[in-house]
């Protein structure tokens, strides 16, 4: 009765006291012809239960006052629970009569009446209003048959009962037991509807209901609708409940572990480790994607156990994010006249490539947004191409990076690992630039004619993007996840040969020819730079050691047979390193090397002149190759064995010197006649061109000439001149066509002791380009056609 407000007459409880009369009972209760009506407000009074009814209307309570004990009213709900002063119109017509069982006066002059409810009654008529409304009643018949019907009515009505009490939280346990004990199918409905928390509307159309089995359909299907309401909002508080405990259950475990670890000594680490990293990330100007992406996996890590291998991941990730210099970048120095002077004091020579590079630096420094070409350095090793992009950047004031490309063939070397792999890291271009420390550095990409692919990816591709300025300012490595940009980087790319690298890439780029050096070229650079920096570089001073030029000499014609310096680097080295051991022994002489004195340190030469030793017998020609060391002269050799007049190639050699050998033996088979060839040559031998260093793949038009002229001196059994090389490819019809690399191989032949080098006549205009020193003590002869050829090439 909590709660209760002093309203008139409101309904407190509903208590069952037992079965209310039953149906005879009921029907014969002697009920007074006319009896006082009390007006319910927002109740309906059943017979068979007890009722609690707080009284404040006057009117009201002035009846209750003229009771006698055990007087009979007559309970009647009001249609709208509005109205203060109900008249007959206002209140139904059917109500229960009840009979007082206890006035209670309170303190504030209300009273509270304790009434069992009896029997149904209709009014007749209302015989008086003042100051209580009375009527003329009779009591309603209840009409009830124990059918099979009724009996399962009645068994379902008391199931369905049983679970709406127990899911509805405001009943009191009592009504649970009270439903066990009501027998009486009429009183059962009475008392559920009683019960239920129905409207006032939906009351009165029960206590109307005197046909019991229609009550209890009634009372069965309120029933049932209270049941899915109450199910279904107990399973809603069930959700809710859940989805709260499970928040809870997480912040327990939490709780938990902060305590596992505060008693492992690890909490205060692990904040403080967490703090720094916010710290860092939100110190780092990276982009703001970027740093949302590093506070939403700090807040995961936060989230983690220490010991837990995702911890060490994020961990990690987010040390690469912080690391990574991305808004770190080194001004630019675009001082032409100091670049100039930079080129200068590293490098001997290489004119067109320094001003190449000088005017690319000039475009830069008018046009700083410009997209600028990607420069590729072409030449033989060891001519210069690492140490001119150093020099570039040391010019431009720019850090400098170089990685080789030589052998990869994993796209994920360029691009990076997603974290999922185990032990994933960033590409190469990242891991560069975060050791480098700047965003705009000199990045050189050596060996660009290497990259290899396999069923990995293809690293080519993905330098595509790394190269092209149109992608590369939201270069996303697969690692980091997130765009970085790369536009700001100067890439230089270095490869021996043009040919192997992917056509799109070499597309992005412009290439620089950085061809081999002459001996003097090589004198010069030995002289200025390699043997001051050697000499340093082993510790000694400039009055401790003279390397003469005559040395150098020998240095790079008997020691070292390279385009470019490497070798001959080297070379220097080892002399500096003999000479500095013997001064640390203690000796104060100074060491004079001359080229006497080289083979003591060096030991025998290294390349002997085998020239003379390998043309000296017929079927053995000298031609002109062009490598990635450089030029290089090459022997063709052809044997004759019995045979039907087939000719046979070894020697690793391609497609194209293969076509070029079956070119030359046309020719001569054609030319039989005129050669004075016995045409037996051709039906009982076999014939076999080899070209040695067989483990060195071949391949080019340019041998044809040399082919030809070896299977010519072998037929005819005339040996060659020694000193005569040549180079040049043949057509069919015996003409000599212009070839390439001309400075390579003439600097090649040079070196291998020739004299006279046979070149095609279109390509008499190159020669004429070459500097002077490099055609010095070289007859050149030029030919249109193989006859003019065989004029020149034979001994007598
Ligand atoms: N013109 C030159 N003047 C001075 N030094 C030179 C010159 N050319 C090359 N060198 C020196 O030769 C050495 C080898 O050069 P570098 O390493 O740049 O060769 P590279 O062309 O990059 O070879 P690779 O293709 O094998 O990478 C370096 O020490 C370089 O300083």
């Given at each position: 009765m909590k709660n209760m407000k002093l309203v008139d007459i409101v309904n407190l409880d509903n208590y069952i006291v037992g079965d209310s009369p039953d149906e005879d009972e009921e029907g014969t209760f002697e009920l007074p012809d006319t009896i006082p009506l009390l007006p319910l407000r927002g109740t309906v009074a059943f017979p068979g239960t007890v009722m609690p009814l707080a009284i404040g209307r006057q009117s009201s309570i002035k009846l209750v006052e003229d009771c006698p004990p055990q007087a009979v009213l007559g309970l009647v709900a009001q249609k709208s629970a509005d109205i203060e002063s109900p008249t007959g119109q206002d209140i139904y017509r059917i109500g229960t009569a009840a009979s007082v069982l206890k006035v209670i006066k309170m303190p504030q002059g209300t009273i509270n009446l304790i009434a069992h409810g009896v029997c149904r009654f209709k009014i007749l008529e209302i015989v008086g209003k003042e100051p209580y409304l009375r009527a003329r009643v009779e009591a309603l018949p209840i009409r009830s048959r124990m059918t099979k019907k009724m009996r399962a009515l009645v068994l379902n009505a008391r199931h369905a009962a049983e679970r709406v009490f127990a899911l509805s939280p405001n009943l009191p346990e009592e009504a649970s037991v009270l439903l066990e004990n009501v027998q009486d199918p009429s009183s059962l409905a009475d008392f559920i509807a009683a019960t239920l928390n129905l409207s006032v509307s939906e009351k009165q159309q029960i206590l109307e209901q005197t046909n019991v089995t229609k009550r209890l359909e009634n009372i069965n299907r309120k029933l049932a609708d209270q049941l899915e309401v109450l199910e279904l909002s107990n399973k809603i508080h069930g959700q809710v409940r859940e989805s709260i405990d499970k928040s809870q259950r997480e912040y327990f475990l939490q709780e938990e572990l902060k305590a596992i670890q505060a008693e492992l000594g690890q909490t205060d680490r692990h904040t403080e480790e967490l703090d720094q990293l916010e710290e860092r990330i939100l110190a780092t100007k990276m982009s703001k994607k970027a740093q949302a992406e590093a506070l939403r996996e700090l807040d995961r890590m936060s989230r983690l156990p220490v010991a837990s291998p995702e911890y060490g991941v994020i961990r990690s990730y987010l040390d690469w994010m912080c690391e990574l210099p991305w808004s770190i970048s080194t001004e630019d120095k675009l001082d032409i006249q100091r670049a100039e002077r930079v080129l200068n004091k590293d490098h001997y020579g290489l004119e067109k490539v320094k001003k190449r590079i000088i005017e690319f630096l000039a475009v830069r420094k008018l046009n700083p947004k410009g997209k600028s070409p990607i420069l590729c350095f072409v030449g033989p090793p060891g001519v210069g191409k690492t140490s001119l992009g150093k020099s570039i950047a040391r010019a431009m004031g720019r850090n400098f990076i170089r990685i080789s490309?030589?052998?990869?063939?994993?796209?994920a070397d360029i691009r990076g690992h997603r974290r999922t792999y185990i032990g994933a890291l960033p590409g190469r271009i990242l891991q560069e630039l975060r050791k480098t420390g700047s965003r705009n550095p000199v990045f050189m990409l050596d060996e660009l004619d290497k990259i290899g692919q396999d069923f990995h990816g293809d690293p080519a591709s993905a330098l595509l993007e790394v190269l092209d300025p149109q992608q590369n300012d939201t270069f996303t490595d697969h690692y980091l996840d997130q765009p970085f940009d790369l536009s700001d980087i100067m890439f230089i790319g270095t490869a021996n040969y043009t040919e192997p690298i992917p056509e799109p890439l070499l597309d992005r780029m412009e290439t620089i020819e950085l061809p081999g050096y002459t001996q003097g070229e090589k004198l010069k650079i030995a002289t200025k730079y390699l043997v001051p920096r050697q000499i340093k570089e082993n510790g000694l001073k400039k009055n401790q050691i003279n390397i003469k030029p005559e040395a150098i000499d020998a240095m790079i014609d008997k020691y070292t047979r390279e385009a470019g310096v490497r070798n001959l680097e080297r070379t220097i080295a080892a002399v500096c390193r003999s000479v500095a051991t013997r001064i640390a022994k203690g000796t104060s002489r100074k060491a004079t090397i001359g080229a006497s004195n080289l083979a003591k340190i060096l030991g025998p030469r290294e390349y002997e002149p085998e020239l003379a030793m390998r043309t000296s017998t017929p079927g053995v020609a000298t031609g002109l190759a062009y490598t990635p060391e450089g030029g290089e002269i090459l022997f063709v050799e052809s044997a004759q064995t019995p045979g039907k007049g087939e000719l046979n190639l070894t020697g690793q050699i391609g497609e194209v010197m293969k076509e070029s050998a079956q070119a030359a033996w046309s020719i001569i088979k054609a030319d039989a006649d005129k050669l004075g060839l016995d045409e037996k040559l051709f039906s009982d031998f076999d014939y076999h061109v080899h070209v040695p260093a067989g483990a060195v793949p071949k391949d080019g038009p340019s041998a044809g000439c040399a082919i030809y002229t070896s299977l010519l001196s072998l037929l005819q059994g005339r040996p060659i001149k020694p000193d005569v090389a040549m180079t040049g490819e043949i057509t069919l019809k015996g003409l000599v066509l212009p070839v390439g690399g001309l400075k390579e191989k003439i600097i090649g032949a040079k070196r291998a002791g020739i004299k006279t080098v046979i070149l095609p006549s279109r390509n008499r205009k190159d020669i004429k380009d070459l500097p002077k020193e490099a055609t010095q003590g070289i007859d050149f002869v030029f030919v249109n056609k193989v006859t003019s050829l065989v004029k020149m090439v034979f001994k007598n």
């Amino acid at each position: 009765m909590k709660n209760m407000k002093l309203v008139d007459i409101v309904n407190l409880d509903n208590y069952i006291v037992g079965d209310s009369p039953d149906e005879d009972e009921e029907g014969t209760f002697e009920l007074p012809d006319t009896i006082p009506l009390l007006p319910l407000r927002g109740t309906v009074a059943f017979p068979g239960t007890v009722m609690p009814l707080a009284i404040g209307r006057q009117s009201s309570i002035k009846l209750v006052e003229d009771c006698p004990p055990q007087a009979v009213l007559g309970l009647v709900a009001q249609k709208s629970a509005d109205i203060e002063s109900p008249t007959g119109q206002d209140i139904y017509r059917i109500g229960t009569a009840a009979s007082v069982l206890k006035v209670i006066k309170m303190p504030q002059g209300t009273i509270n009446l304790i009434a069992h409810g009896v029997c149904r009654f209709k009014i007749l008529e209302i015989v008086g209003k003042e100051p209580y409304l009375r009527a003329r009643v009779e009591a309603l018949p209840i009409r009830s048959r124990m059918t099979k019907k009724m009996r399962a009515l009645v068994l379902n009505a008391r199931h369905a009962a049983e679970r709406v009490f127990a899911l509805s939280p405001n009943l009191p346990e009592e009504a649970s037991v009270l439903l066990e004990n009501v027998q009486d199918p009429s009183s059962l409905a009475d008392f559920i509807a009683a019960t239920l928390n129905l409207s006032v509307s939906e009351k009165q159309q029960i206590l109307e209901q005197t046909n019991v089995t229609k009550r209890l359909e009634n009372i069965n299907r309120k029933l049932a609708d209270q049941l899915e309401v109450l199910e279904l909002s107990n399973k809603i508080h069930g959700q809710v409940r859940e989805s709260i405990d499970k928040s809870q259950r997480e912040y327990f475990l939490q709780e938990e572990l902060k305590a596992i670890q505060a008693e492992l000594g690890q909490t205060d680490r692990h904040t403080e480790e967490l703090d720094q990293l916010e710290e860092r990330i939100l110190a780092t100007k990276m982009s703001k994607k970027a740093q949302a992406e590093a506070l939403r996996e700090l807040d995961r890590m936060s989230r983690l156990p220490v010991a837990s291998p995702e911890y060490g991941v994020i961990r990690s990730y987010l040390d690469w994010m912080c690391e990574l210099p991305w808004s770190i970048s080194t001004e630019d120095k675009l001082d032409i006249q100091r670049a100039e002077r930079v080129l200068n004091k590293d490098h001997y020579g290489l004119e067109k490539v320094k001003k190449r590079i000088i005017e690319f630096l000039a475009v830069r420094k008018l046009n700083p947004k410009g997209k600028s070409p990607i420069l590729c350095f072409v030449g033989p090793p060891g001519v210069g191409k690492t140490s001119l992009g150093k020099s570039i950047a040391r010019a431009m004031g720019r850090n400098f990076i170089r990685i080789s490309l030589g052998g990869i063939r994993d796209e994920a070397d360029i691009r990076g690992h997603r974290r999922t792999y185990i032990g994933a890291l960033p590409g190469r271009i990242l891991q560069e630039l975060r050791k480098t420390g700047s965003r705009n550095p000199v990045f050189m990409l050596d060996e660009l004619d290497k990259i290899g692919q396999d069923f990995h990816g293809d690293p080519a591709s993905a330098l595509l993007e790394v190269l092209d300025p149109q992608q590369n300012d939201t270069f996303t490595d697969h690692y980091l996840d997130q765009p970085f940009d790369l536009s700001d980087i100067m890439f230089i790319g270095t490869a021996n040969y043009t040919e192997p690298i992917p056509e799109p890439l070499l597309d992005r780029m412009e290439t620089i020819e950085l061809p081999g050096y002459t001996q003097g070229e090589k004198l010069k650079i030995a002289t200025k730079y390699l043997v001051p920096r050697q000499i340093k570089e082993n510790g000694l001073k400039k009055n401790q050691i003279n390397i003469k030029p005559e040395a150098i000499d020998a240095m790079i014609d008997k020691y070292t047979r390279e385009a470019g310096v490497r070798n001959l680097e080297r070379t220097i080295a080892a002399v500096c390193r003999s000479v500095a051991t013997r001064i640390a022994k203690g000796t104060s002489r100074k060491a004079t090397i001359g080229a006497s004195n080289l083979a003591k340190i060096l030991g025998p030469r290294e390349y002997e002149p085998e020239l003379a030793m390998r043309t000296s017998t017929p079927g053995v020609a000298t031609g002109l190759a062009y490598t990635p060391e450089g030029g290089e002269i090459l022997f063709v050799e052809s044997a004759q064995t019995p045979g039907k007049g087939e000719l046979n190639l070894t020697g690793q050699i391609g497609e194209v010197m293969k076509e070029s050998a079956q070119a030359a033996w046309s020719i001569i088979k054609a030319d039989a006649d005129k050669l004075g060839l016995d045409e037996k040559l051709f039906s009982d031998f076999d014939y076999h061109v080899h070209v040695p260093a067989g483990a060195v793949p071949k391949d080019g038009p340019s041998a044809g000439c040399a082919i030809y002229t070896s299977l010519l001196s072998l037929l005819q059994g005339r040996p060659i001149k020694p000193d005569v090389a040549m180079t040049g490819e043949i057509t069919l019809k015996g003409l000599v066509l212009p070839v390439g690399g001309l400075k390579e191989k003439i600097i090649g032949a040079k070196r291998a002791g020739i004299k006279t080098v046979i070149l095609p006549s279109r390509n008499r205009k190159d020669i004429k380009d070459l500097p002077k020193e490099a055609t010095q003590g070289i007859d050149f002869v030029f030919v249109n056609k193989v006859t003019s050829l065989v004029k020149m090439v034979f001994k007598n």
